[in-house]
């Protein structure tokens, strides 16, 4: 089931993953959730009138609207603990 939960955990991931981005086996690996949401979280943000997540070659990469998403909607994730 997708969550808002499984979006933030994969924005987060991509964020701190940086230029390099992060491949899917180590998205589903990081992101503790299932592979299925993972998917389901990348059609979302991958969506043409989304746009937050890029893919370049086998690797996973936030745009400018994807880091634009962490900035004003999910600072507090990025604090650490």
Do not use: W
């Amino acid at each position: 089931m997708l969550t808002q939960d499984s979006s933030a955990r994969v924005l987060v991931l991509l964020h701190y993953a940086g230029e390099s981005g992060f491949a899917r086996r180590e998205i589903d690996q990081y992101a503790r959730c299932s592979a299925a949401s993972v998917t389901l979280v990348f059609q979302k943000l991958a969506a043409p009138d989304t746009r937050q997540i890029i893919t370049i070659g086998d690797r996973f990469r936030l745009t400018d609207l994807g880091a634009k998403q962490i900035r004003e909607n999910l600072p507090e994730k990025l604090l650490l603990e």
